[in-house]
């Protein structure tokens, strides 16, 4: 049984730094990506950034330039660099991992971990 475990988030002030972490385990195939979404209040969840193994990174509208993700292929971990963090940023980020080949498609979810921005 496939499992992503997040850790990282916490409360953190405005201008302020955060790294995101989620180790997968359970998995008896490689994953084609991972990545983070997150879900504010009321709001759907949208993607935060995502990389694919072989084709590199995409970045939601509102990460560009400020966060950067990446991927440890032999550890199955991925990790999300929040930098000048805004109080719009507070949400909970979930990690998402995926398999777009056979046996899939499959989409995998954490538990989600809350990142609060606030001062």
């Known amino acids: 049984q496939v499992q992503l475990v997040e850790s990282g988030g916490g409360l953190v002030q405005p201008g302020g730094s955060l790294t995101l972490s989620c180790v997968a385990s359970g998995n008896s195939f490689s994953f084609d990506a991972m990545g983070w979404y997150r879900q504010a209040p009321g709001k759907q969840r949208e993607l935060v950034a995502l990389i694919n193994v072989i084709g590199g990174p995409n970045y939601g509208d509102s990460a560009k330039g400020r966060f950067a993700i990446s991927y440890g292929y032999a550890t199955n971990t991925v990790n999300l660099k929040m930098n000048m963090l805004k109080p719009e940023d507070t949400a909970v980020y979930y990690c998402?991992?995926?398999?777009?080949?056979?046996?899939?498609?499959?989409?995998?979810w954490g538990q989600g971990t809350q990142v609060t921005v606030s001062s």
């Open positions: 998402n991992a995926k398999r777009m080949r056979a046996p899939g498609p499959l989409d995998y």
